[in-house]
């Protein structure tokens, strides 16, 4: 058992047992669903089929990141324990909760000032985020201590790469990453817009592609362009999705067959309740490690 605990937001969007399994903590924002209020908790308050079902029905939907006083709460039987604390929160790019652990952090300090408490911006989302929790666990069970795996994720964050694309463009348009117009034709011309995250952590549109068959070839081009090794590229891929099980499945068929080094088989996961109140049903995410986003 180490000494210090390793700690995200629910929003890394790993399956509850995945987060148990490997000794990761986490604490969970918050969403409402038709002005109701339930914890971002993998699903278990409201099962993902059922909450992407209510979106398609028409419900509304918005997000509470994580305050300062639950950090605290979240923080503070950890360092009772003795224990210090690696927390990487949701990207600062798309959430305002990095400065509320920071805060939190700072005033956590005070009251244990023996403890080593450090708040990372993840810079990532979704399972991009998981995999890089993923990938610290590891180095923490190979044995690295809690100095230099915060340094080894301070320098290696931005070589997280992350792939997003959909075939429902109704949450982008109200989200206002793509206007009016453009989710109108996109809708009539089958267009899938393919996206990515920068390296301010924001989700940028980088290509219009037509067609769901093209977009999957498409996402797993740029996997092949951007990973490490190119096909070689022998580390784990993750895969989430908003209610597209099939769409995911497909590009992780199609990862497989062409990076025969991969580190296991591809790790599908659902889009959570977070995000995914953002995204709507239809989106598929492709995460690896690879070159270091600069733009």
């Given at each position: 058992m180490?000494?210090?605990?390793?700690?995200?937001c629910?929003?890394?969007?790993l399956?509850k047992a995945?987060?148990?399994?490997?000794?990761?903590?986490?604490?969970?924002?918050?969403?409402f669903?038709?002005?109701t209020?339930?914890?971002?908790?993998?699903?278990?308050?409201?099962p993902?089929?059922?909450?992407?079902?209510?979106?398609a029905?028409?419900?509304m939907?918005?997000?509470s990141?994580?305050?300062?006083?639950?950090?605290?709460?979240?923080?503070?039987?950890?360092l009772?324990?003795?224990?210090?604390?690696?927390?990487?929160?949701?990207?600062?790019?798309?959430?305002?909760?990095?400065?509320?652990?920071?805060?939190?952090?700072?005033i956590?300090r005070e009251?244990?000032?023996?403890?080593k408490?450090?708040?990372?911006?993840?810079?990532?989302a979704?399972?991009?985020?998981?995999?890089m929790?993923?990938?610290?666990?590891?180095?923490?069970?190979?044995?690295?201590?809690i100095?230099?795996?915060?340094?080894?994720?301070?320098?290696?964050?931005?070589?997280?790469?992350?792939?997003?694309?959909s075939?429902?463009?109704?949450?982008?348009?109200?989200?206002?990453?793509?206007?009016?117009?453009?989710?109108?034709?996109?809708?009539?011309?089958?267009?899938?817009?393919?996206?990515?995250?920068?390296?301010?952590?924001?989700?940028?549109?980088?290509e219009?592609?037509?067609?769901?068959?093209?977009?999957?070839?498409?996402?797993v081009?740029r996997?092949?362009?951007?990973?490490?090794k190119?096909?070689?590229?022998?580390?784990?891929?993750?895969?989430?999705?908003?209610?597209?099980?099939?769409?995911?499945?497909?590009?992780?068929?199609?990862?497989?067959?062409?990076?025969?080094?991969?580190?296991g088989?591809?790790?599908?996961?659902?889009?959570?309740?977070?995000?995914?109140?953002?995204?709507?049903?239809?989106?598929v995410?492709?995460?690896?490690?690879?070159?270091?986003?600069?733009?």
């Amino acid at each position: 058992m180490s000494d210090y605990v390793l700690s995200c937001c629910s929003t890394a969007d790993l399956s509850k047992a995945h987060f148990e399994e490997r000794d990761i903590h986490y604490v969970c924002f918050h969403y409402f669903l038709d002005g109701t209020e339930y914890p971002d908790d993998l699903g278990q308050s409201i099962p993902f089929p059922e909450f992407y079902k209510k979106m398609a029905g028409g419900a509304m939907t918005k997000t509470s990141q994580v305050n300062i006083s639950e950090y605290m709460n979240y923080f503070t039987p950890f360092l009772e324990q003795g224990k210090d604390i690696l927390h990487l929160t949701l990207s600062s790019g798309i959430s305002g909760t990095y400065a509320s652990a920071v805060s939190a952090a700072s005033i956590a300090r005070e009251r244990f000032p023996e403890r080593k408490i450090y708040i990372v911006d993840s810079l990532g989302a979704s399972s991009g985020f998981g995999l890089m929790m993923d990938t610290l666990a590891d180095l923490r069970d190979q044995g690295m201590d809690i100095d230099t795996l915060h340094c080894w994720i301070q320098d290696n964050r931005l070589r997280l790469n992350h792939w997003f694309f959909s075939t429902d463009l109704t949450y982008y348009v109200r989200g206002g990453r793509i206007s009016k117009i453009e989710g109108l034709f996109g809708g009539l011309l089958g267009i899938c817009p393919l996206l990515n995250m920068d390296q301010l952590g924001r989700l940028v549109p980088r290509e219009k592609i037509r067609t769901r068959k093209r977009v999957i070839r498409t996402i797993v081009d740029r996997m092949e362009q951007y990973a490490d090794k190119g096909l070689a590229y022998d580390g784990k891929c993750f895969i989430s999705h908003s209610a597209c099980y099939e769409d995911a499945r497909a590009v992780a068929d199609l990862v497989e067959a062409r990076f025969p080094h991969l580190n296991g088989k591809v790790l599908i996961n659902d889009i959570g309740t977070t995000i995914g109140s953002h995204t709507g049903p239809g989106t598929v995410a492709l995460f690896f490690w690879g070159k270091e986003r600069k733009g």
